[in-house]
């Protein structure tokens, strides 16, 4: 199985994972209801801070499981809801999917850019 990994919605910054030797940065995840979790070093599994993006993605849909998140995820059904991912502490959440990062966080290019670093900093 492969790693899970998106980019921020408010950055479009790939989510590289603790595993990938990029920098890792800050990633909030953000439910529906206000809820956030803050995530320091992404593992690559779709875990962040604890809770499972599929599994919250179940729950914010009144479902239950990784599995049934995983379906909706390739699968939306209308009016799906979506956690968010963010750098951003505050943000309001939006009915916007994350797009998938096309290295899945991990399988960067070696010519790329170190995807968890800042380059207008």
């Known amino acids: ?8 919605q408010d950055t479009s910054r790939s989510i590289c ?26 593992g690559g599994y779709g875990v962040f801070a604890g809770k499972d993006y599929y599994q919250l993605l179940a729950q914010m849909n009144g479902r239950h499981g990784r599995d049934v998140g995983l379906t909706l995820a390739f699968n939306p059904e209308p009016g799906t809801r979506f956690p968010n991912l ?3 502490r505050d943000w ?4 916007e999917p994350p797009e ?6 991990y399988f960067y290019d070696n010519d790329e850019t170190k995807q968890g ?5």
């Open 100 to 105: 998938d990062c096309e290295y899945q966080g």
């Open 86 to 88: 963010t750098e951003a």
């Open 17 to 42: 994972n603790c595993h990938s030797g990029q920098q890792t940065f800050t990633v909030f995840m953000h439910d529906n209801k206000g809820n956030k979790w803050e995530e320091d070093s992404y």
């Open 117 to 121: 670093d800042k380059t207008d900093e």
């Open 1 to 8: 199985m492969g790693f899970f990994s998106w980019k921020t």
């Open 92 to 95: 309001e959440w939006r009915n």
